[in-house]
């Protein structure tokens, strides 16, 4: 039965690609209807399979699958292959991946019916962009199912940076907005930033342990765990933490931790599913998805993963803060999805891989339908995305008011959710961890519970209850949104409630992923914290600090927006809060650090070689220059040939005369 | 003095040339206007049944005949048949010329083939007397052929300094052999080879007369400082016989230098080492330099021909089999090159009206797209960017001269290759890039096209397959 697994693995990651190259190409022929047809149809292949083979894995026993398809070349011994490594991990990710993606692709028939209207009148960058952004979409799926699904560095990288060029692709798809296209470039740019760490991590992989292959760096990572590195002069460094720390860059950049976060907030000025899809729900947790990949190295190197969690820690609790001053619905979203990173880092490092990697399992349901939910709104809102103009939708979208509500409360955790099985998990390993910087950690994901919630139920008080603040002209119009988009919110809805009872058991305390992931028993926090069922975790739920947090939350929020809803303005007035506000408007100054010093830095540096260098050394004085002498020297030369005969006959004389003395006198 | 019965057959195709030659100079005479065409017919079968002969004549051996003044090995047969190729396309690129200026006449054609046999006999000489022979027999015909348009001042003058200078370079050519024989007691290229390897010669006298000897051959290949002539004989001269003494009296010349320098004076090869690099450093830089500061394209070529001569000089000086090899496959290649460049000018001509500036080659793209792919093959080609042939040949070269341990010279002959491609890049520039004076379409004859696209392509072809060309050139020095 599991011979097959090859081909299957094939099918499940060409059948986007094939969708993908089908819509994009041929989008003019095929027509509007044609193009979301083979996309859909091959995302709907590729998920029925990933479930097959996820059912093979998880229920019929089958052993991790490591085989390499493709070689594609071999140099100096180093083979570049394509091949998947199959095991429980991978498994999970490609159900995953699949079915979110599936939903979007669904959702997306409705959300980008109308794009026509999203480009300026007679605009050619508009022409079958419907076809294309389907296109993109399959080739989102595609580029993600073989980064996930990678048996080596190599192909881990190709995916790494394919994801990242179909998320510049979809975040400047309206590139007639001038935002869409400066977002894009910044995500670009940033990603640069962590990927050129990524790029030397893989490279140093390659140096120390001569091959790509995962097996084999993971069954070499013991030999090497005592090697050192000088970087500049004096300083050892561990070989293991270098490579752990320069791969983690990578995952920074990708995931989205601070200071190469600000890439995400902006990316929001893409279409709406591909804030669910790509910057909430897969894309973005490549970099956790890595980390717990690599698990057998980073469990080497305490160092690293210290750094793993403190970077997770600031990220989970600076960036839910920055989700309270938001009025845009999506941004508030978005920034809570940075927060949520945050959780899932913090778990890496603490160790609790399989932690980490569940909580983005069901962030992925419930973040995404929040996303959907939340362009449900935006498309009855007629494209309007601020919340201070909404309020009272309850009524006009009941479906998307439930599912909204659902996704709110899996996102705080609130008992039963999925969300609280993943995220509590985390909380009482960060608790239990003896790791440096544990303790901040822990503090900073207890309180990012009280600001999560606050946040998430300011969000939905604001656009689901009180006051209808919109204009007459858009309530006239309100309706709920049509099938295709409702339909995957409730399916989205569906393992946003219940997932998290379904595996918390087997995926956190148990051994789903004992072959996938490697956890030394020193760092083992999850069997510490020891539950082994979620019925009793969910008991100890309600008397734990969390609870009363997230309560507290929803209870501030309650009341501030739904009952006193002149208070806000007042406490923005305070003294202390004022300043604190303007530095949260001004998200912590991280862009405008990162434009006055690396913007203009940059250009001011690159102005300066181009003038400098380029301009007046290279072209000025070498090309040009050259250029003159040659030129010069020709003219010159030139008039040796007067076009007198007794000139070239004395020019031959001479000549012999030059022979004659050079060769018979000397 | 014994006579023996030389062995005729060697030389049959020089005496098929010569009764041909002699043939059509009386055929002509019967002709009327109309009926000329019966002197171009017979003097591309005269080629045509010289390369047959020559052919068939072919043997990977080294024979020698007339009391060894001639001889007949692989060198001298594969430089003969490229001889015959040359000026046969030469021929059918000329004709529409010839005819729009009341040029095609007997002279140019049995003119021609004078010079064609001067230069078989140059190529088979084994003989200073031979050489002698040949190298006056090609070179009056070219004085003749230059000033064939007797009533152009310009022609005229050309022929005149042609002459003139040409006369002063032969007197020391003459000069030079008359020392070497002087002081080896033969005009036998192979006792003299002999002589001077037993080694009893002063060496100052060898050495004086091989500057002078050099100094001839210098003159015939155009290099530098004996050159003057090459611009304004290539400038004044009628195209078409500037398509002719810019190619095939190349391959002679270069015949010519081996014959007398490996053949000759092989023992020797210290010295004409250091000669010949300098005169191959000479003509590479001031060829390709003086280029770039022309605005006729006519003069453009003549010293991007100089600077080809000071390649070819080099693939010779490295004094190595491969080396002269690749000197062989440089003036072939050059010669196809030299056809294709100013077949380029012919065919931008009209009557009355020479296209030989710059300035005509400007938008030739929107006038001609065709042609204009074409040229710009032929420039690439001569500047040596792959893939055509040029820079094989120009690799060949540099390959023999690093292989003699002469890195330096080969970095400096590229340096000022890089040079030389600004003027033919030039060219390109000038085709693509720039705004036509002149919008009227070009429509050349149907044979003159044909022609110059079959030369183009073949520049083309030969650069993807160089293999069968260089692998006869090494063939021919295989002895």
């Given at each position: 039965?599991?011979?097959?697994?090859?081909?299957?693995?094939?099918?499940?990651?060409?059948?986007?690609?094939?969708?993908?190259?089908?819509?994009?190409?041929?989008?003019?022929?095929?027509?509007?209807?044609?193009?979301?047809?083979?996309?859909?149809?091959?995302?709907?292949?590729?998920?029925?399979?990933?479930?097959?083979?996820?059912?093979?894995?998880?229920?019929?026993?089958?052993?991790?699958?490591?085989?390499?398809?493709?070689?594609?070349?071999?140099?100096?011994?180093?083979?570049?292959?394509?091949?998947?490594?199959?095991?429980?991990?991978?498994?999970?990710?490609?159900?995953?991946?699949t079915?979110?993606?599936?939903?979007?692709?669904?959702?997306?028939?409705g959300?980008?019916?109308?794009?026509?209207?999203?480009?300026?009148?007679?605009?050619?960058?508009?022409?079958?962009?419907?076809?294309?952004?389907?296109?993109y979409?399959?080739?989102?799926?595609?580029?993600?199912?073989?980064?996930?699904?990678?048996?080596?560095?190599?192909?881990?990288?190709?995916?790494?940076?394919?994801?990242?060029?179909?998320?510049?692709?979809?975040?400047?798809?309206?590139?007639?907005?001038?935002?869409?296209?400066?977002?894009?470039?910044?995500?670009?740019?940033?990603?640069?930033?962590?990927?050129?760490?990524?790029?030397?991590?893989?490279?140093?992989?390659?140096?120390?342990?001569?091959?790509?292959d995962?097996?084999?760096?993971?069954?070499?990572?013991?030999?090497?765990?005592?090697?050192?590195?000088?970087?500049?002069?004096?300083?050892?460094?561990?070989?293991?933490?270098?490579?752990?720390?320069?791969?983690?860059?990578?995952?920074?950049?990708?995931?989205?931790?601070?200071?190469l976060?600000?890439?995400?907030?902006?990316?929001?000025?893409?279409?709406?599913?591909?804030?669910?899809?790509?910057?909430?729900?897969?894309?973005?947790?490549?970099?956790?998805?890595?980390?717990?990949?690599?698990?057998?190295?980073?469990e080497l190197?305490?160092?690293?993963?210290?750094?793993?969690?403190?970077?997770g820690?600031?990220?989970?609790?600076?960036?839910?803060?920055?989700?309270?001053?938001?009025?845009?619905?999506?941004?508030?979203?978005?920034?809570?999805t940075?927060?949520?990173?945050?959780?899932?880092?913090?778990?890496?490092?603490?160790?609790?891989?399989?932690?980490?990697?569940f909580?983005?399992?069901?962030?992925?349901?419930?973040?995404?339908?929040?996303?959907l939910?939340?362009?449900?709104?935006?498309?009855?809102?007629?494209?309007?995305?601020?919340?201070?103009?909404?309020?009272g939708?309850?009524?006009?979208?009941?479906?998307?008011?439930?599912?909204?509500?659902?996704?709110?409360?899996?996102?705080?955790?609130?008992?039963?959710?999925?969300?609280?099985?993943?995220?509590?998990?985390?909380?009482?390993?960060?608790?239990?961890?003896?790791?440096p910087?544990?303790?901040?950690?822990?503090?900073?994901?207890?309180?990012?519970?009280?600001?999560?919630?606050?946040?998430?139920?300011?969000?939905?008080?604001?656009?689901?209850?009180?006051?209808?603040?919109?204009?007459?002209?858009?309530?006239?119009?309100?309706h709920?949104?049509?099938?295709?988009?409702?339909?995957?919110?409730?399916?989205?809805?569906?393992?946003?409630?219940?997932?998290g009872?379904?595996?918390?058991?087997?995926?956190?305390?148990?051994?789903?992923?004992?072959?996938?992931?490697?956890v030394?028993?020193?760092?083992?926090?999850?069997?510490?914290?020891?539950?082994?069922?979620?019925?009793?975790m969910?008991?100890?739920?309600?008397?734990?600090?969390?609870?009363?947090?997230?309560?507290?939350?929803?209870?501030?929020?309650?009341?501030?927006?739904?009952?006193?809803?002149?208070?806000?303005?007042?406490i923005?007035?305070?003294?202390?809060?004022?300043?604190?506000?303007?530095?949260?408007?001004?998200?912590?100054?991280?862009?405008?650090?990162?434009?006055?010093?690396?913007?203009?830095?940059?250009?001011?540096?690159?102005?300066g070689?181009?003038?400098?260098g380029?301009?007046?050394?290279?072209?000025?004085?070498?090309?040009?220059?050259?250029?003159?002498?040659v030129?010069?020297?020709?003219?010159?030369?030139?008039r040796?040939?007067?076009?007198?005969?007794?000139?070239?006959?004395?020019?031959?004389?001479?000549?012999?005369?030059?022979?004659?003395?050079?060769?018979?006198?000397? | 003095?014994?006579?023996?019965?030389?062995n005729?057959?060697?030389?049959?195709?020089?005496?098929?040339?010569l009764?041909?030659?002699?043939?059509?100079?009386?055929?002509d005479?019967?002709?009327?206007?109309?009926?000329?065409?019966?002197?171009?017919?017979?003097?591309?079968?005269?080629?045509?049944?010289?390369?047959?002969?020559?052919?068939?004549?072919?043997?990977?051996?080294?024979?020698?005949?007339?009391?060894?003044?001639?001889?007949?090995?692989?060198?001298?047969?594969?430089?003969?048949?490229?001889?015959?190729a040359?000026?046969f396309?030469?021929?059918?690129?000329?004709?529409?010329?010839?005819q729009?200026?009341?040029?095609?006449?007997g002279?140019?054609?049995?003119?021609?083939?004078?010079?064609?046999?001067?230069?078989?006999?140059?190529?088979?000489?084994?003989?200073?007397?031979?050489?002698?022979?040949?190298?006056?027999?090609?070179?009056?015909?070219?004085?003749?052929?230059?000033?064939?348009?007797?009533?152009?001042?310009?022609?005229?003058?050309?022929?005149?300094?042609?002459?003139?200078?040409?006369?002063?370079?032969?007197?020391?050519?003459?000069?030079?052999?008359?020392?070497?024989?002087?002081?080896?007691?033969?005009?036998?290229?192979?006792?003299?080879?002999?002589?001077?390897?037993?080694?009893?010669?002063?060496?100052?006298l060898?050495?004086?007369?091989?500057?002078?000897?050099?100094?001839?051959?210098?003159?015939?290949?155009?290099?530098?400082?004996?050159?003057?002539?090459?611009?304004?004989?290539?400038?004044?001269?009628?195209?078409?016989?500037?398509?002719?003494?810019?190619?095939?009296?190349k391959?002679?010349?270069?015949a010519?230098?081996?014959?007398?320098?490996?053949?000759?004076?092989?023992?020797?090869?210290?010295?004409?080492?250091?000669?010949?690099?300098?005169?191959?450093?000479?003509?590479?830089s001031?060829?390709?330099?003086?280029?770039?500061?022309?605005?006729?394209?006519?003069?453009?070529?003549?010293?991007?021909?100089?600077?080809?001569?000071?390649?070819?000089?080099?693939?010779?000086?490295s004094?190595?089999?491969?080396?002269?090899?690749?000197?062989?496959f440089?003036?072939?290649?050059?010669?196809?090159?030299?056809?294709?460049?100013?077949?380029?000018?012919?065919?931008?001509?009209?009557?009355?009206?020479?296209?030989?500036?710059?300035?005509?080659?400007?938008?030739?793209?929107?006038?001609?797209?065709?042609?204009?792919?074409?040229?710009?093959?032929?420039?690439?080609?001569?500047?040596?960017?792959?893939?055509?042939?040029?820079?094989?040949?120009?690799?060949?070269?540099?390959?023999?001269?690093?292989?003699?341990?002469l890195?330096?010279?080969?970095?400096?002959?590229?340096?000022?290759?890089?040079?030389?491609?600004?003027?033919?890049?030039?060219?390109?520039?000038?085709?693509?890039?720039?705004?036509?004076?002149?919008?009227?379409?070009?429509?050349?004859?149907?044979?003159?096209?044909?022609?110059?696209?079959?030369?183009?392509?073949?520049?083309l072809?030969?650069?993807?397959?160089?293999?069968?060309?260089?692998?006869?050139?090494?063939?021919?020095?295989?002895?």
């Open positions: 039965m599991f011979d097959s697994i090859q081909d299957i693995s094939l099918y499940i990651v060409l059948a986007p690609l094939i969708g993908a190259i089908i819509a994009g190409l041929f989008g003019g022929q095929i027509g509007r209807v044609g193009a979301h047809t083979v996309a859909i149809l091959g995302v709907a292949i590729s998920f029925v399979l990933s479930a097959l083979v996820f059912k093979w894995m998880v229920f019929d026993g089958m052993e991790p699958q490591n085989f390499s398809v493709y070689t594609w070349l071999v140099s100096e011994g180093i083979r570049f292959e394509i091949g998947f490594l199959i095991d429980e991990l991978t498994a999970m990710m490609m159900v995953v991946v079915f979110v993606s599936l939903m979007v692709h669904i959702y997306t028939v959300y980008m019916s109308h794009d026509e209207e999203n480009w300026p009148a007679g605009s050619k960058a508009g022409t079958n962009s419907y076809q294309r952004f389907f296109s979409l399959s080739l989102f799926t595609f580029s993600m199912l073989m980064l996930v699904m990678a048996n080596n560095f190599l192909q881990l990288f190709f995916g790494w940076e394919a994801v990242g060029l179909v998320s510049y692709l979809l975040i400047g798809f309206w590139s007639s907005r001038e935002s869409a296209v400066f977002a894009n470039m910044k995500a670009f740019l940033v990603n640069r930033v962590g990927d050129f760490g990524f790029l030397l991590g893989i490279a140093a992989v390659l140096m120390y342990f001569g091959t790509l995962y097996a084999s760096v993971f069954n070499a990572v013991e030999h090497h765990k005592d090697m050192t590195i000088t970087i500049w002069p004096g300083s050892e460094w561990n070989i293991i933490t270098v490579i752990g720390i320069l791969l983690f860059i990578g995952a920074m950049g990708k995931s989205a931790q601070v200071p976060h600000v890439w995400l907030p902006d990316s929001m000025e893409g279409p709406t599913p591909i804030s669910a899809l790509i910057h909430a729900a897969t894309m973005v947790t490549a970099g956790i998805f890595m980390v717990a990949r690599m698990s057998p190295v980073y190197s305490e160092v690293a993963l210290s750094f793993v969690l403190v970077i820690a600031i990220t989970a609790l600076f960036m839910g803060l920055l989700g309270l001053v938001q009025h845009d619905i999506k941004r508030v979203v978005a920034y809570s940075l927060s949520q990173l945050g959780y899932m880092t913090v778990a890496l490092g603490v160790s609790a891989y399989a932690a980490g990697v909580h983005l399992m069901t962030h992925a349901f419930f973040k995404a339908l929040l996303f939910a939340a362009g449900s709104v935006i498309i009855a809102m007629h494209h309007k995305q601020d919340m201070r103009e909404m309020g939708l309850r009524k006009y979208m009941p479906i998307t008011w439930l599912t909204s509500l659902i996704g709110s409360l899996a996102l705080i955790g609130a008992p039963g959710f999925s969300g609280f099985f993943s995220k509590d998990s985390i909380i009482e390993a960060v608790g239990h961890s003896t790791i910087g544990a303790g901040f950690a822990y503090f900073a994901v207890l309180a990012g519970v009280f600001i999560t919630a606050l946040y998430s139920f300011r969000m939905y008080f604001l656009v689901f209850h009180g006051k209808e603040r919109m204009d007459e002209h858009t309530r006239s119009h309100l709920e949104s049509p099938r295709v988009v409702t339909v995957p919110l409730i399916l989205l809805a569906i393992p946003s409630v219940f997932i009872w379904a595996y918390v058991g087997d995926m956190v305390f148990g051994d789903f992923f004992i072959n996938a992931i490697t030394l028993p020193e760092h083992d926090v999850l069997s510490e914290v020891g539950f082994t069922s979620a019925f009793g969910l008991l100890h739920g309600f008397v734990t600090a969390p609870f009363w947090l997230a309560l507290a939350g929803v209870g501030v929020a309650y009341y501030l927006y739904m009952v006193r809803t002149d208070l806000p303005a007042k923005v007035q305070l003294p202390v809060i004022k300043t604190l506000y303007a530095i949260l408007q001004r998200n912590y100054g991280f862009d405008a650090f990162n434009n006055l010093v690396f913007g203009r830095g940059s250009r001011g540096l690159g102005t070689l181009w003038k400098g380029d301009t007046m050394l290279i072209d000025g004085l070498l090309v040009n220059g050259t250029a003159r002498l030129g010069w020297f020709s003219s010159v030369l030139r040796v040939q007067s076009g007198y005969l007794y000139h070239y006959a004395f020019a031959m004389i001479i000549g012999l005369l030059v022979l004659f003395g050079l060769f018979v006198v000397a | 003095m014994n006579f023996e019965m030389p005729f057959a060697l030389a049959m195709p020089e005496m098929f040339v009764g041909m030659a002699c043939l059509i100079l009386l055929v005479l019967f002709l009327n206007e109309r009926s000329r065409v019966v002197t171009y017919l017979l003097s591309q079968a005269t080629l045509v049944g010289a390369f047959i002969l020559t052919l068939s004549l072919y043997t990977p051996v080294r024979e020698l005949t007339f009391s060894g003044t001639f001889v007949l090995d692989p060198m001298a047969s594969v430089l003969k048949m490229a001889v015959y040359v000026v396309v030469m021929f059918l690129y000329t004709r529409s010329y010839l729009a200026r009341q040029m095609f006449t002279e140019f054609y049995t003119l021609a083939l004078f010079g064609v046999l001067g230069m078989m006999v140059m190529i088979s000489a084994h003989s200073f007397l031979t050489l002698y022979l040949g190298l006056e027999l090609l070179s009056l015909s070219m004085y003749a052929m230059v000033a064939l348009q007797r009533d152009n001042r310009v022609a005229s003058e050309a022929a005149m300094k042609y002459f003139l200078l040409g006369a002063m370079a032969s007197a020391m050519l003459l000069y030079g052999m008359s020392m070497l024989y002087g002081v080896t007691g033969s005009l036998d290229l192979g006792e003299i080879s002999r002589a001077i390897d037993e080694g009893e010669i002063e060496r100052m060898l050495v004086f007369g091989l500057v002078f000897m050099l100094v001839g051959v210098a003159f015939k290949l155009g290099a530098v400082p004996f050159h003057m002539w090459v611009p304004d004989v290539y400038h004044g001269a009628p195209t078409a016989v500037t398509q002719f003494i810019s190619t095939a009296p391959i002679a010349a270069f010519l230098l081996i014959r007398l320098l490996v053949d000759g004076l092989g023992g020797l090869q210290s010295e004409w080492h250091d000669i010949l690099v300098l005169l191959a450093i000479l003509s590479i001031v060829g390709n330099i003086i280029a770039i500061a022309q605005t006729n394209i006519k003069r453009m070529l003549a010293y991007s021909g100089i600077a080809h001569a000071g390649f070819l000089i080099l693939g010779v000086l004094g190595t089999a491969e080396g002269y090899a690749a000197g062989m440089y003036v072939i290649v050059y010669a196809v090159m030299g056809l294709a460049g100013f077949g380029m000018v012919l065919l931008m001509s009209r009557a009355g009206f020479e296209a030989d500036s710059l300035e005509d080659y400007k938008g030739l793209n929107q006038r001609n797209p065709w042609f204009a792919l074409m040229v710009l093959f032929i420039m690439f080609s001569m500047a040596g960017v792959p893939p055509f042939i040029g820079f094989w040949a120009k690799l060949a070269v540099l390959q023999a001269v690093v292989a003699s341990g890195i330096w010279l080969a970095v400096l002959a590229v340096i000022f290759s890089v040079i030389g491609a600004f003027y033919y890049l030039r060219v390109i520039k000038l085709m693509y890039f720039d705004a036509p004076a002149d919008e009227a379409r070009i429509e050349p004859g149907r044979e003159l096209a044909a022609v110059f696209s079959g030369n183009a392509l073949v520049i072809a030969m650069g993807l397959f160089p293999g069968a060309l260089m692998a006869i050139c090494i063939q021919a020095f295989a002895l």
